[in-house]
């Protein structure tokens, strides 16, 4: 079994990469971050690990990984690349905001609709599109961020139910965790404020999930009863309980 898995140089991505490996799977990782990349090889001696460095928020980039690739057997893509930024949206940076629209929407949309017609081709192939429990809800002060993630989240959800009506036996599924420790926070300038699961727990929550064909990933009791009582709070008051919340974040 082989997999591809977008932003494997840290976080989520290598611990996944690394729970593949102990289950024999052999590993297409990609990230801009070559060194990076390679070190998580070496750390994977004995598995088959083959190292692609680009920039998935280049559209051409998704294009020609997709093309030099294609050819391989792909059994599973994971779309994981992606990054945040607090603040708030009168004031964050334009650039920066497209930039994360380019690498959170755009190269999880091409590399999904590429992959996707090959694996329905085949009848078989899992997609594992990482989203995030902010898939859920509104962002005030990480606006840019959650919006994105609502994408990831509707459209796997969609393409889902697409797959279901024409008796697919192609899988796809969206992870959405809550507070993760990774180089997240460091990235989107927060602070979690309850404590977030290990990286190596999301992880292999998300892949075996993946592999049993489940929609909605959500890693994490605690996570699982906070968006089910989210259903019942009205939407201002659920914004003013997300600023406040996000606030304390970039506060800490």
């Excluded at 102990?22 to 990349?37: F, N, P, S, Y």
């Excluded at 779309?79 to 380019?102: P, Y």
């Excluded at 906070?226 to 800490?252: D, S």
Aim: include cysteine; charge should be positive.
């Amino acid at each position: 079994m082989k997999a591809l898995i977008t932003g494997a140089s840290s976080g989520i991505g290598r611990d996944m990469a690394r729970y593949l490996a102990k289950k024999g799977w052999e590993l297409i990782l990609v990230a801009r971050r070559a060194d990076r990349l390679n070190e998580l090889k070496d750390e994977l001696d004995g598995a088959q690990v083959h190292c692609i460095s680009l920039d998935v928020g280049r559209a051409e980039d998704c294009r020609r990984l997709y093309e030099s690739v294609r050819d391989e057997q792909i059994d599973m893509l994971v779309n994981n690349a992606g990054f945040g930024l607090a603040g708030e949206f009168s004031e964050t940076d334009l650039d920066t905001e497209l930039n994360m629209i380019d690498v959170n929407i755009r190269a999880v949309h091409i590399l999904t609709k590429l992959f996707l017609r090959d694996f329905i081709e085949r009848d078989r192939g899992i997609i594992l599109n990482v989203a995030s429990s902010a898939g859920f809800m509104p962002g005030p002060l990480l606006s840019t961020y959650y919006a994105t993630k609502n994408y990831v989240l509707r459209l796997t959800e969609a393409i889902y139910e697409e797959l279901r009506r024409r008796g697919s036996h192609v899988k796809i599924s969206a992870l959405c965790p809550g507070p993760v420790n990774t180089e997240f926070n460091r990235v989107a300038k927060v602070k979690f404020a309850v404590d977030g699961i290990s990286s190596e727990e999301c992880a292999k929550t998300a892949i075996d999930g993946a592999i049993m064909g489940k929609l909605i990933i959500i890693p994490g009791t605690m996570m699982k009863a906070g968006l089910f009582f989210r259903r019942f709070v009205p939407e201002k008051t659920l914004l003013k309980l997300a600023y406040g919340f996000q606030r304390r974040k970039n506060e800490r």
